[in-house]
Nanobody, 121 residues
């Protein structure tokens, strides 16, 4: 089994910062790409940022220059530093990872439970 546990969400004023963290645990053979998605009320889940195992980065246009994704392969963690937050960043943020477990031959997608980020004055 694999678990992804997010932390760090909360309420912040516009222009503020938050840092989300995601810890991955379980029967892990290898973690491939990891990323953060978000879903606002009434909207589809969208990719915020992702980072490949080798370090290649991908950001949504709406967060470029404000958000920074990073990963620690030794600790099986992924973080999202969010700066200059805007009300439109309000959403539930989900951690995602492509993981091959010790019991599988191919990687599968795994998700965290989500953490609420609210940007409001």
């Amino acid at each position: 089994q694999v678990q992804l546990v997010e932390s760090g969400g909360g309420l912040v004023q516009p222009g503020g910062s938050l840092r989300l963290s995601c810890g991955v645990s379980g029967n892990i053979f290898r973690i491939y790409a990891v990323g953060w998605y978000r879903q606002a009320p009434g909207k589809q889940r969208e990719l915020v940022a992702s980072i490949a195992r080798g370090g290649d980065l991908n950001y949504a246009d709406s967060v470029k220059g404000r958000f920074l994704i990073s990963r620690d392969n030794a600790k099986n963690t992924v973080s999202l530093q969010m700066n200059s937050l805007k009300p439109e960043d309000t959403a539930v943020y989900y951690c995602n990872a492509q993981i091959r477990t010790t019991l599988s031959r191919n990687p599968n997608d795994y998700w965290g439970q989500g953490t609420q980020v609210t940007v409001s004055s």
